[in-house]
């Protein structure tokens, strides 16, 4: 889902082209966070950040030279508890690249392919008599081109196809669970226990999970959100291939390493992965941008989703990002593949969105990353 301010935010790691008079200053800017990773700035300054957004802890892992340079992990993952390397996070959201990633290994070694129909296979009763399931294929579950609301509670607790799938996109968490059951039925093995065989294992993420283990025991990010709302149990006994995937720092690092890496991908999935659907960057949206970077006569920014991720270009350069949102939550992860530089945020804060800007702006410094839309 294309979240204005927070795109904007991400926009300015790539950077408008600079004028003349600031290339020099920007480029010295980029040499000195380059030398120290930002991690100086942060251990500084990630203290006070945490208590003025009111948010219990963060998580950061940062990516050099598609390497894990290193990561870092601040505040209490409950109240009295430090948080650490160990501690489980709700990913949210970005449990959407993990599942899109198992499904993008199995069609890249010929499983399935992500243009076939999945009706064969998996039918949701509530739509078994819309001759649209039929169209329904693992790329416009991916790709959030289903034409399903996010979630079916959204239209009165029954799954419905809105519009033609393809003809639109709408951000679906549906869409994910869908394509996994799908997978799930074709393969005729637990989805979780897929993930765990085709990705988690190859990569060696020992500690990540969809559903609820007994290493969870007194590991949790307890979450902090609004006090007038009841926080639900996140903590699933079955398999979600949209939300609430628990992992460490490290291990999601990992997992962005081999993604940038395209490991366990054929190039032309690999290829189609990063490619833009449509793109979604309205045009005031863009004036906002361009006017914010001092170029508006340069100022080429398209963003909109690919397989998995939210892609975006700023004159030319590709950019893959997804962020993540629960009760008490906030993800965010991007990458460069040109550059091979990459970031993963956690909190269990609500108000952690304000801290992983933060922190993007530390690892990042452009003028675009303070810019609201």
Request: aromatic share 6%; charged share 25%; proline share 3%.
């Given at each position: 889902m294309i979240r204005p301010a927070?795109?904007?935010?991400v926009l300015g790691c790539v950077s408008a082209i600079p004028a003349a008079g600031q290339e020099k200053a920007q480029s010295s800017a980029r040499t000195v966070a380059?030398?120290?990773?930002?991690?100086?700035?942060?251990?500084?300054?990630?203290?006070?950040?945490?208590?003025?957004?009111?948010?219990?802890?963060?998580?950061?892992?940062?990516i050099k030279d598609r390497r894990l340079a290193w990561t870092a992990v601040y505040g209490e993952q409950s109240p009295g508890v430090a948080a650490t390397g160990k501690t489980l996070y709700n990913m949210a959201s970005l449990t959407k690249p993990v599942t899109a990633e198992t499904?993008?290994?199995?069609?890249s070694a010929g499983k399935f392919s992500l243009d076939e129909s999945m009706s064969p296979f998996w039918l949701d009763p509530d739509i078994k008599d819309d001759p649209w399931s039929k169209l329904l294929t693992p790329r416009l579950c991916l790709s959030h081109q289903t034409g399903f609301a996010n979630w079916r509670r959204m239209t009165g607790g029954v799954l419905k196809i809105r519009w033609e799938p393809g003809a639109q996109?709408?951000?679906?968490?549906?869409?994910?669970?869908?394509?996994?059951?799908?997978?799930?039925k074709k393969m005729e093995k637990p989805f979780d226990a897929l993930a765990q065989e085709i990705v988690f294992d190859p990569i060696g993420m020992k500690e990540t999970s969809y559903i609820e283990k007994a290493w969870y025991a007194r590991r949790l990010a307890v979450p902090r959100g609004p006090k007038a709302e009841k926080p639900v149990d996140t903590v699933p006994q079955a398999w979600n291939g949209a939300d609430l995937l628990r992992t460490t720092i490290q291990d999601y690092a990992k997992f962005v390493v081999s993604v940038m890496h395209d490991e366990g991908l054929t190039r032309e999935i690999a290829e189609e992965r990063v490619?833009?659907?449509?793109?979604?960057?309205?045009?005031?949206?863009?004036?906002?941008?361009?006017?914010?970077?001092?170029?508006?006569?340069?100022?080429?920014?398209?963003?909109?989703?690919?397989?998995?991720?939210?892609?975006?270009?700023?004159?030319?350069?590709?950019?893959?990002?997804?962020?993540?949102?629960?009760w008490g939550v906030r993800t965010f992860v991007m990458f460069v593949p040109a550059r091979g530089i990459?970031?993963?945020?956690?909190?269990?804060?609500?108000?952690?969105?304000?801290?992983?800007?933060?922190?993007?702006?530390?690892?990042?410094?452009?003028r675009l990353s303070t810019a609201k839309m």
């Open positions: 927070l795109v904007v935010a380059a030398k120290k990773d930002g991690r100086v700035e942060i251990d500084a300054h990630v203290a006070e950040w945490l208590k003025e957004s009111d948010v219990p802890s963060v998580a950061v892992a940062f499904v993008l290994r199995l069609a996109t709408g951000y679906s968490g549906e869409g994910y669970n869908y394509v996994g059951r799908f997978v799930e490619t833009l659907t449509r793109d979604r960057m309205k045009p005031e949206d863009l004036k906002n941008v361009c006017r914010t970077a001092g170029e508006p006569g340069h100022c080429l920014v398209t963003a909109g989703m690919g397989l998995g991720w939210e892609v975006k270009t700023v004159n030319g350069e590709k950019l893959l990002d997804h962020n993540g949102s629960d990459g970031v993963v945020v956690f909190t269990n804060g609500e108000n952690g969105e304000a801290v992983i800007k933060k922190v993007v702006e530390v690892l990042y410094p452009n």
